[in-house]
């Protein structure tokens, strides 16, 4: 992105901490929310987990349903052929066919043992997969609150924030145009590299804010004099010195005050 107009060194100074400024404010609105849009997100996917995990063991208990139907029509059918092969025991003419049809009455009430047998299986796979429904219609139920809640706060903050974090993002968008290419990437690049987001800090107390270690008197003199960009040798930081800060803080707090 092009500068719309070259700067001196002291207007560099003034539009790169007015920008840190803002994109601070634009952290703190965000930090404000914190973690309630991912909670939000974590949420809604438990809840659609849950949902569909419902939606399975109601499936499944019907397919265990039809199961335990088929098994007992399987059992009538047993009957009827113990019914048929014991009637055909009384026409038989000889023992051979008499124990050949034994054999199949005796396994076809083998077949409604295995089958009484299943369905008894089936008939508590069923209890169990109905309290497990039971417990995840509960745990659905309580989830889908919590959601609401969040969703509802998250709401509330968004309402509160929105504009405030729109201008300033449109402002962050303004500052940036005013300062030049590798000047910028350098304040990226160091608001992404230290924790609090300070690329740009003044001087306190003889130190960079933030810092233990003392920045030599020659070097302050330098800072103060606004003749060229100067970063602290320990953070990396870029350093402008306190009256400058302090008017800007006041113009900006200016700015923000009539949102």
């Not at 968008?173 to 690329?199: C, M």
């Amino acid at each position: 992105m092009a500068a719309t107009k070259e700067l001196n060194v002291e207007d560099k100074l003034i539009a790169i901490y007015d920008l840190q400024i803002i994109d601070t404010r634009i952290d703190e609105i965000r930090n404000v929310r914190g973690e309630l849009p991912l909670e939000v997100e974590d949420l809604e996917d438990e809840v659609t987990g849950l949902t569909t995990r419902l939606e399975k063991l109601k499936s499944d208990l019907d397919i265990i349903e039809e199961q335990i139907k088929n098994k007992k029509n399987a059992i009538d059918d047993h009957q009827a052929a113990i019914k048929k092969y014991t009637a055909q025991q009384k026409e038989v003419r000889n023992n051979r066919e008499f124990n050949s049809l034994t054999k199949e009455v005796e396994f076809q009430e083998l077949e409604i043992q295995l089958a009484e047998k299943q369905i008894k299986e089936l008939k508590a796979s069923i209890e169990h997969k109905k309290e497990v429904i039971s417990s995840s219609k509960e745990k659905l139920d309580q989830k889908t609150t919590h959601l609401k809640h969040k969703k509802a706060e998250l709401s509330d903050i968004m309402a509160e924030t929105q504009k405030e974090e729109a201008f300033l993002i449109e402002k962050s968008a303004e500052y940036e145009a005013l300062i030049e290419e590798r000047l910028l990437a350098a304040y990226k690049r160091i608001r992404s590299s230290v924790r609090n987001g300070l690329a740009v800090v003044s001087i306190e107390r003889g130190a960079s804010a933030g810092s233990f270690f003392t920045i030599p008197p020659q070097t302050q003199v330098e800072i103060a004099a606004r003749k060229k960009i100067i970063t602290d040798e320990h953070s990396g930081r870029i350093l402008v010195d306190a009256s400058l800060a302090e008017e800007e803080r006041e113009k900006m707090q200016k700015l923000f005050a009539h949102l």
